[in-house]
């Protein structure tokens, strides 16, 4: 179990994202929370690459102000919609613009982890594939006037008012909310067994 592989270990999450650290606190961890706050640009990349290597940029800077028995992680999230990346929105408009997208149709998110810990490091990515309802203009304009859709990738949280809007999600759950769980445990073990 996770809280068991790291319970002797500083563990240091280098992201800002509030979702992450409850989803480590969760596991039984206390992180310390220092965001890497790197340029997150979007390329013509395939969106797995992207994420992993914006994940694996966050963990670099953060590591090296650490010792190496220090467990560093990074991550990123990434929206994709018919092989466009959507972002955080930077407004009110472009919030609305995306959730106008997303309405009615299946998306995926791609969200990468990036592990450092005594001079390893590994880097994956878990992807789901998710269903949204059909959104009436006013659903949309109460919902980006919650506030909830500005830090998120895409414009909307599945583990807050967004729920409400999901039909279906095949895949990880805690991906959505921008940390695969499962693929951290897997991860985590491939390392611990190297040590």
């Known amino acids: 179990m996770i809280h068991k592989i790291l319970n002797k270990h500083k563990v240091v999450l280098a992201s800002e994202s509030p979702r992450r650290k409850q989803l480590l606190e969760m596991m039984g961890l206390k992180p310390l929370v220092i965001p890497a ?8 990349e395939r ?5 992993i290597n914006h994940a694996r940029n966050k963990a670099n ?19 994709v919609l018919d092989q466009h990346i959507l972002g955080k929105p930077a407004d009110a408009k472009q919030a609305v ?8 149709k299946d998306h995926y998110v791609y ?15 878990e992807r789901t594939k998710v269903s949204f309802c059909t959104l009436s203009e006013q659903e ?4 980006v006037k919650t506030g909830e ?6 414009a909307y949280g599945i ?3 967004g729920a409400q809007f999901i039909k279906e999600v095949r895949g990880c759950y805690f991906n959505v909310m921008g940390f695969p769980l499962q693929l951290f445990y897997r991860s985590l073990k491939e390392m611990a067994a190297d040590e």
């Open 61 to 79: 800077k953060v590591a090296a102000a650490f010792n190496p028995d220090t467990i560093v992680v990074g991550s990123d999230t990434i929206v």
């Open 140 to 143: 949309i304009e109460e919902y």
């Open 47 to 51: 969106p797995y690459k992207q994420a």
């Open 97 to 104: 613009d995306y959730l106008r997208l997303l309405s009615g």
């Open 37 to 44: 706050n790197i340029a997150e640009p979007i390329t013509n």
């Open 149 to 154: 859709p500005f830090d998120k990738a895409g």
């Open 111 to 125: 969200t990468a982890i990036c592990i450092m810990w005594n001079n390893h490091c590994i880097s994956d990515y």
């Open 159 to 161: 583990q807050g008012y």
